[in-house]
């Protein structure tokens, strides 16, 4: 059995791991320069943003045991088990389950998965067709780790879903703390802001740069021109945090599939025709039910092997 997998997010490089391990041969096929997906981090004023993704959980029993890894590997650290909850002229609090995250941005965790995989970068695939085939490479499977509108223009159909709600993710860097300490906040009502996070204090360096989350309306209006979208992210840390001072520097990052608009119960879809599907579409839309996704499924596909 060979399977080829498209995209190197966390659920696509789970997927290839778990076949891997299976003794399954599996490449998979990455259009950007790097591997991460949603769990994105971009090197800023010299160090790494997390533009994606603000941090993940960890209630998984199986997924714990990889976080510990990456823990005693120094790839992760416990962030915050509270949140701040912005809005109405007021800060609250939002208690919960322990947030991670990774001193050297999220996206180092998925490179962690990937190694010894085989990782094509710069490789983008126009269409997937019955067989299954894969830009007319012919394979026994064939894994699309992505959104439900991306999986549809490489197929032309894919599973009914509901739509995709987009975000504008800015990231605004000062020359030191005008804002008083938080880990993050989710912003309530608001429209044009749903999360702030305090980047420095998710990194555990202290740097003085706040990453703000748009709503989808904001993202929508600015789709065309993502920076369009920074003036307005400004206003609003002006207003909720008291940050008035211009940043010395920003960086706007669209994501036209930021989240689906329910979750699913099922972990993955394994089709008789040898295409599947994996990704934070399936399951919750957390990071870790994006790894179980892709565990899952490549579970499964090496298991009907196994048993052909």
């Known amino acids: 059995m060979s399977v080829i ?9 789970a997927c290839a791991r778990a076949l891997t391990e299976a003794g399954v041969p599996v ?17 800023l004023a010299g160090r790494p943003v997390d533009v994606g993704a603000a941090y993940f959980t960890a209630r998984d029993p199986e997924f714990s045991e990889v976080v510990t890894a990456w823990q005693h590997a120094g790839l992760a650290r416990e962030w915050t088990s509270e949140l701040a909850v912005l809005g109405g002229g007021r800060r609250g609090s939002a ?28 490789h983008e695939v126009a269409r997937v067709g019955p067989g299954p085939v894969v830009d007319g490479d012919p394979c026994d499977a064939v894994v699309l780790a992505m959104p439900d509108p991306q999986s549809a223009r490489l197929l032309g159909t894919a599973p009914s879903a ?5 975000v504008i993710s800015v990231a605004a860097g000062w020359s030191r703390r005008r804002w008083e300490p938080l880990p993050a906040a989710f912003v309530n009502d608001h429209p044009v802001l749903t999360l702030v996070a305090d980047d420095g204090d998710r990194r555990g360096d202290g740097a ?19 920076d369009g979208a920074v003036p307005l992210v400004l206003d609003a840390l002006a207003r909720l945090l008291g940050v008035t001072a211009e ?5 706007a990052h669209r994501w036209r599939f930021a989240s689906p608009g329910q979750d699913r119960e099922e972990t993955h879809l394994l089709r008789d025709d040898g295409i599947a599907f994996a990704g934070d579409g399936w399951g919750k839309a957390r990071v870790e039910t994006a790894w179980r996704s892709g565990t899952d499924l490549g579970r499964a596909l090496a298991a009907r ?3 052909s």
């Open 247 to 251: 940043p010395e520097w920003t960086h």
């Open 95 to 122: 208690p919960g389950p322990v947030r991670y995250a990774a001193p050297g941005g999220l996206r180092s965790l998925v490179a962690d998965l990937a190694a010894g995989l085989d990782v094509r970068l710069e």
């Open 162 to 166: 509901p739509e995709w709600s987009p």
């Open 27 to 43: 490449r998979v096929l990455e259009r950007s320069r790097v591997v991460g997906g949603r769990l994105a981090s971009k090197r």
């Open 208 to 226: 003085p740069v706040l990453v703000a989350h748009t709503t989808a309306d904001v993202a929508r209006e600015h789709d065309a021109d993502p």
């Open 305 to 307: 092997n196994a048993g």
């Open 5 to 13: 997998v498209v995209g190197a997010g966390i659920a696509g490089i």
